[in-house]
């Protein structure tokens, strides 16, 4: 196996996110649209083709996609991460062999299935009979496809509408503070 700085990454990734690959494309997908980011102001910056009258406006304006694109996916994504993933501590998603744990336990666990007053990673510190693989094999998978979900959501709806409207704005006042050329007509 390589020691480059590449496989070195790889295993810090796989390390740290392989038991919640939620968190991974929070992540990752929050550092890439900062690295997109940063690369698209970079190119306005560096293109010599762009007058500087339009830099002055572009970078602004790419620097407000930037802010919009990374928190909406950020905010979005990790909201939803942390909504199924209470809804899954709280066994109001559960896989089987959980849901038949809490139903030989209903003298315990009973009337809090689905309530914030559960929270099935306590459950799993204070026993050991709790099907605590098929619980987080279950929750990863829970959060994942949510975070996916709202990943797809964010990236393709939220964010663009966001960003247009900000951007319409910026504009409108970009065009109303440039200095009109006067026709020199006189009545």
Known sequence: M??????????????NFKKNTATMLVVTGTLGWALS????IGA???NPKIPKEQKSFLVPQEFLDAVVNIGSFFLVTQCTKKIFSKLASTG???????RDYLNKNKHLY??????????LDEVIKQDH??????????????TTTGTIGASILSSNIITPVLRNSMASDMQK???????????????
């Open 37 to 40: 980011s940063l690369a698209q």
């Open 173 to 187: 006042k970009y065009l109303n503070n440039r200095p009109q050329p006067s026709n020199n007509m006189k009545i």
């Open 44 to 46: 306005v910056l560096v």
């Open 92 to 98: 109001k998603f559960a896989p089987q062999k959980v």
């Open 129 to 142: 009979l709790f099907p605590k693989e098929s619980y987080y094999s279950y929750k990863n998978v829970l």
């Open 110 to 119: 009973g009337d809090k299935v689905g309530k914030l007053s559960l929270d």
């Open 2 to 15: 390589s020691n480059s700085p590449l496989q070195k990454g790889l295993e810090w990734v796989y390390q």
